[in-house]
């Protein structure tokens, strides 16, 4: 079972090798998404920082940080 989720975690490595990274103030009620992870924007997140993938944080809603673009 567990070489069973590794093997599941390598595939999605091996057909996803350049998905973007992007950091979001999460789970809930984020509105940017940001490149760096010790970003001023994020500074002030107190609900956790979640690691995403930048087309998901699109699919969200979201839109890059003001203090990156
Ligand atoms: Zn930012």
């Given at each position: 079972?567990?070489?069973?989720?590794?093997?599941?975690?390598?595939?999605?490595?091996?057909?996803?090798?350049?998905?973007?990274?992007?950091?979001?103030?999460?789970?809930?009620?984020?509105?940017k998404?940001?490149?760096?992870?010790?970003?001023?924007?994020?500074?002030?997140?107190?609900?956790?920082?979640?690691?995403?993938?930048?087309?998901q944080?699109?699919?969200?809603?979201?839109?890059?940080?003001?203090?990156?673009?």
């Amino acid at each position: 079972m567990k070489a069973t989720i590794i093997l599941f975690f390598i595939f999605l490595t091996y057909f996803h090798p350049v998905e973007t990274k992007v950091y979001i103030c999460g789970p809930t009620g984020a509105k940017k998404y940001h490149y760096n992870e010790n970003c001023r924007g994020l500074s002030a997140c107190t609900h956790g920082t979640i690691k995403t993938s930048l087309t998901q944080a699109q699919s969200y809603g979201l839109t890059l940080c003001g203090w990156e673009d």
